[in-house]
């Protein structure tokens, strides 16, 4: 069984921009984006076979026997969302967070897995 942790990229500072120009309507905008992209990707995930743990906020956390990881690479990728997402996968939910971690101190917008080591995948 592997973790995957999905977690969108920069939505806190785009939350803070809104706060800061004291712009409401863009504010909407964000969470109608954030709410899209997380629905959208946890029903995808859903239909291929994930079992969700956990959905909300600009996160899905999930698991699934035998992940694809180049498949899972091609249709988060492929998301035309105007948000991204840093996904970190590993054996235990700390391993998924750690990868995470990983993901994003490389620039964001990629997959990292922890197998005894980190591995950069690519950018999403």
């Known amino acids: 069984m592997q973790y995957v942790y999905i977690d969108g990229d920069d939505i806190g500072l785009k939350i803070e921009k809104s706060f800061m120009t004291n ?47 180049k498949a899972l690479h091609s249709y988060i990728s492929d998301l035309n969302f105007s948000i991204r997402f840093s996904v970190g996968i590993g054996n235990t939910l700390r391993e998924a967070f750690l990868a995470l971690r990983y993901a994003k101190s490389n620039g964001k917008n990629g997959i990292a897995i922890f197998e005894d080591e980190f591995k950069w995948i690519k950018n999403v």
């Open 23 to 69: 712009n409401e309507a863009e504010l909407r905008v964000v969470n109608v984006e954030v709410n899209r992209a997380v629905s959208t990707i946890s029903n995808q995930l859903k239909d291929r076979g994930f079992d969700i743990i956990f959905c909300g906020a600009d996160g899905i956390i999930c698991k699934k026997d035998k992940i694809d990881i």
